[in-house]
């Protein structure tokens, strides 16, 4: 099934719907959260709308996705977003409105999602952070992710280098096997001692 309802003990892993619009908005708008992703801030609840369209209900027409919003239990209200991607990369990413950071909800929520991917099959996952951002860094070690190269990529649309920081999970087979890409497309990487 595609996108899978989760549950922990705090969260409600779900689909976003055109119902959650001004949730989805507030996730997106704040530019703290922001900082550290490859688009801009949505200005308005119609770019909100068409962000949704584009991530979201598109995704969820296809077979198999991992797309989620991450609601407290207490309301079901969305305050973040989590997926793991169904490309080759299996790349985990996660966004939180800045109010309910430090609580330990993205780890929580990764790795429920883990869980289920694992379950579905998936032989590994990839994320990337960049090196600026170590907190993301650390839910990802958290989950049981390990570093295995950094890398330079020119972010678009925003137009600037970033070095990121590539972590990756296995689930089966060896686990010497790490996910090549990134490295293989970028002139600037190398292996930091972290």
């Known amino acids: 099934m595609n996108t899978p309802t989760l549950e922990t003990a705090r969260l409600i892993l779900r689909r976003f719907t055109e119902k959650d619009l001004d949730a989805l908005f507030l996730i997106l ?3 703290s959260a922001n900082q550290f992703l490859p688009w801009f801030p949505p200005k ?3 770019e909100a709308k068409d962000f949704f369209e584009k991530r979201y209900a598109s995704k969820y027409r296809l077979p198999q996705g991992y797309d989620y919003a991450i609601c407290l239990r207490e309301n079901n209200f969305p305050i973040g977003y989590i997926h793991v991607g169904i490309e080759e990369s299996h790349d985990l990413g996660y966004g ?3 109010e309910f950071w430090h609580r330990g909800i993205a780890t929580e929520a990764a790795k429920a999602v883990i869980e289920q991917v694992k379950k579905d ?5 990839t994320a990337t952070h960049d090196r ?3 907190r993301s860094g650390s839910v990802m070690q958290k989950v049981g992710m390990t570093y295995r190269y950094s890398y330079e990529e020119q972010w678009r649309p925003k137009n600037f280098p970033v070095i990121f920081r590539m972590y990756q999970l296995n689930f089966a087979g060896s686990e010497d096997f790490v996910y090549q890409k990134y490295w293989n497309i970028s002139r600037n990487h190398f292996i930091e001692k972290l």
């Open 29 to 31: 708008k704040d530019e």
């Open 44 to 46: 308005s609840l119609d």
């Open 96 to 98: 939180l409105r800045r």
């Open 121 to 125: 099959g998936l032989p590994y996952i």
């Open 132 to 134: 600026d951002n170590p």
